[in-house]
């Protein structure tokens, strides 16, 4: 499987998605630490790929993204943005109610199977 092949399995199979430096309990820059607070204020799991571990996403990803930065949120094979969107939305309580949505839908679908 080719790296583009992998961030598009990774992005299909997290509905909610957060590619970072470093991990949730331990973020490797400030970006990182401020996109992870906001996500864990929502109350709902997400997955994340520390891309410092994985050099070929860290390269690839901002091409098929079309976005230059880390972290990136990707919420139903969507990318949201970075951090500075991230924080914008969280402050304005929309993040909150795109994550719980998101979150909502998995539940029924899990409960559908």
């Known amino acids: 499987m080719d790296t583009i092949e992998k961030i598009k ?15 949730p309990k331990l973020p490797n820059c400030g970006f990182s630490a401020q996109a992870t607070q906001a996500l864990m204020s929502c109350g709902e799991q997400f997955a994340y790929v ?14 098929y993204a079309d976005w230059p930065t880390f972290p990136q949120l990707w919420v139903e094979g969507e990318l949201v943005g970075g951090c500075d969107i991230i924080m914008e939305m969280a402050q304005q309580g ?17 409960s559908a199977e």
């Open 50 to 63: 520390d891309i410092l571990q994985n050099p070929d996403i860290r390269a690839e990803l901002p091409k």
């Open 9 to 23: 399995q990774q992005i299909e199979e997290n509905p909610i998605l957060l590619y970072m430096k470093g991990s």
């Open 94 to 110: 929309e993040l909150q109610t795109l994550i719980k949505e998101s979150a909502a839908k998995r539940a029924d679908e899990s």
